[in-house]
């Protein structure tokens, strides 16, 4: 809501801003307008009285001296005054008033000084085209003096006029009000349109924003969040697809977290099931052997067959035992280089009793790793195959190895039970398996080889089909320093 407000607020300052900026132009814009439109005014009219004075000289040959041409003015300068509608005075070269036009003489001595200043005539002297203007105010009205030499026929300075031309501020001012006027009336327009572009700006960018903040609140926990549908502008859709792509990669990693604390807890309880059950276990084989052997019945195959029924089941304890125990430690890794087609075929050949047919390439295709346990890893599946294979009529098992790019690939494929779809996500977790009898380990145990070497396992099953195995390893050819397991 506040992200809403300030667009709008923001358009609407702009707006104001605007207006303020174009006002205050136009002020100075008229003000220089209105100084440059008097001031060629009275160049002009500076121009005519002049042409009109040396008209007046040649026509009736007054002299070209101060008080002959003061004189033979004394009518005529009201006469060229009356036309231009300007007063005019006349000045001798020291500043002594001669004659102006003014008929009544207080106006004429507040309008026009009897002396004039001489700073004021050597300013005219020195100014560029000996013209001089000034602005004056005078009985609350403004006027421009300008000052400017009467020359002879030899360029010579005669005298000096002086034409107070008066400004009109009410002139100014009702241009300016004017102005105003207008330029309210249309930022008045273009404010309530800012209003409107402003709401509609601000619905546009906050909906989805509105939207998305719904869907992100939706997602409260990790595991149930969903990615962010919907179209959304495009500035916005780049957030949405950066929040999705890391929702993912949380998921991700809160998955990994997740089967990582599982195999941990695994491990644990593992570890102590293999204490637990491998401590009495020795004694309890030794002591059922003693008393075979040291106990006097009177029905010795009785005592026999019990005896080697409790040394049956102590070696079924022993060995879940080991196999737990396999799957909370795995030894160190030692690295060496191996030819997994080598490997294939002498782990392959070790089966008898299935036939396991093996497809390799021509060439080595060499890993480093540490040999016993990809053995180990690669029995495991074969077991796999060839237990679900068991109740089929013509049971196949396809033992393969071939090199995609810089990864080694063992595939283990075989047309038995197969997997249900849903089921297959869980296939490699400790504890889980799909027969009715085994303790669930040898996939988790598999997996945990195949990470620690740097590599991945993929399932592909279907049910009464047949399952395919793939287990890649990155392909090296140097044989690296030795590593602790990542799972030990």
Known sequence: MKLKYNIILAILAVTLFSFLLTGIYFLYHYKKESEIYHLERLRRKEYSI????????????????????????????????????VDIAFYDLD?????????????????????????????????????????????????????????????????????????????????????????????????????????????????????????????????????????????????????????MELRHSAERLADSERDSAWRDVARQVAHEIKN??????????WIERSLQTSEPEKLKNFCESMITQIDTLSRIADSFSRYSKLPEILPELIDLCELARQTGSLITDHRVR??????????????????????????????????????????????????????????????????????????????????????????NIVEAHGGSIDLQSSKNVGTIFKIYFPIKSNIYEPQKSAYS
Do not use: W
Not at 55 to 67: E, Q, V
């Open 50 to 85: 002049t042409a009109a004075i040396s008209h007046h000289l040649n026509t009736h040959k007054i002299p070209r001296n101060p008080l002959a041409i003061s004189e033979g003015f004394s009518q005529k300068i009201c006469e060229i005054s009356d036309i231009h509608n």
């Open 280 to 289: 009495p276990l020795t004694p309890m084989r030794l002591n059922v052997q």
């Open 358 to 447: 093996i497809i390799t390439p021509d060439h080595p295709v060499n890993i480093v790793g540490d040999k016993s346990q990809i053995i180990q890893a690669l029995n495991n599946v074969l077991k796999n195959a060839i237990q679900a294979t068991e109740d089929t009529s013509d049971p196949s098992i396809i033992l393969k190895v071939e090199q995609e790019g810089n990864q080694a690939v063992i595939t283990v494929s075989d047309n038995g039970v197969g997997i249900d779809e849903d089921l297959i996500e869980k296939i490699f977790i400790p504890r889980f398996t799909t027969k009715t009898s085994g303790m669930g380990l040898g996939l988790a145990i598999v997996k």
């Open 95 to 247: 500043g002594r008033l001669l004659t102006s036009s003014a008929r009544n003489p207080d106006y004429s001595q507040k309008l026009f000084p009897i002396q004039l200043d001489t700073e004021l005539i050597n300013t005219v002297k020195m100014s560029f085209g000996d013209r001089y203007t000034l602005q004056r105010e005078l009985d609350n009205k403004i006027y421009l003096y300008d000052y400017f030499f009467l020359y002879d026929e030899n360029g010579n300075e005669i005298l000096l006029v002086n034409i107070p031309y008066p400004i009109d501020k009410h002139f100014f001012n009702r241009e300016m009000k004017n102005f105003f006027i207008n330029l309210v009336q249309i930022y008045a327009v273009l404010f309530m349109i800012a209003i409107g572009a402003s709401i509609l700006l601000a619905l546009t960018i906050t909906r989805p924003l509105d939207t998305l903040r719904a869907q992100v609140l939706a997602n409260d926990k990790i595991q149930d969040s969903k990615p962010i549908t919907g179209k959304f502008p495009s500035e916005i859709q780049q957030l949405v697809d950066d929040y999705n792509r890391v929702l």
